[in-house]
């Protein structure tokens, strides 16, 4: 199953710019459409980077660097 960006800013309740700037950062991989305008579609995987992506810089104690070492150990 895969979710689209829009879904995913949803369930973590961010914009979905932040969702593109933490996917450029941490290198995550989203699937893209057989079409010229296709939507971004990420997997359970890259939903779960991202769910903890998320909490890790909510909890206000790591920076983006801190959390790319945490999230690809």
Known sequence: MYYTITEVAKLLKVQ????RFW??????KAKKGK???????YG???VYELVMIS???MSGDLT??????????
């Open 16 to 19: 979905s710019s932040k969702i």
């Open 23 to 28: 996917q450029d950062y941490f290198k995550i």
């Open 35 to 41: 079409k010229e305008l296709s939507t971004r579609r």
């Open 44 to 46: 359970r995987r890259e």
């Open 55 to 57: 909490r890790l810089k």
């Open 64 to 73: 983006l660097k801190g959390i790319f070492k945490k999230i690809k150990k």
